[in-house]
């Protein structure tokens, strides 16, 4: 099954552009995981960093 990126949310999509970004940046040929996570956090309107400091993280 192949990955349909329009088929995402417009914030999920924009933390995918922005993983992308991240790891063109730190020279990483691939996107992985942990730039995925810098997507979320980097978002200014997103629900994942307010959730990190609700439960402590």
Request: aromatic residues 6%; positive net charge.
């Amino acid at each position: 099954m192949a990955f349909r990126f329009e088929k995402l949310t417009l914030k999920a999509q924009e933390a995918v552009v922005r993983a992308q970004e991240l790891a063109g940046e730190k020279g990483n040929p691939e996107m992985t995981p942990l730039h995925l996570l810098g997507g979320l956090l980097s978002e200014k309107e997103g629900v994942v960093k307010p959730l990190f400091t609700r439960i402590g993280v």
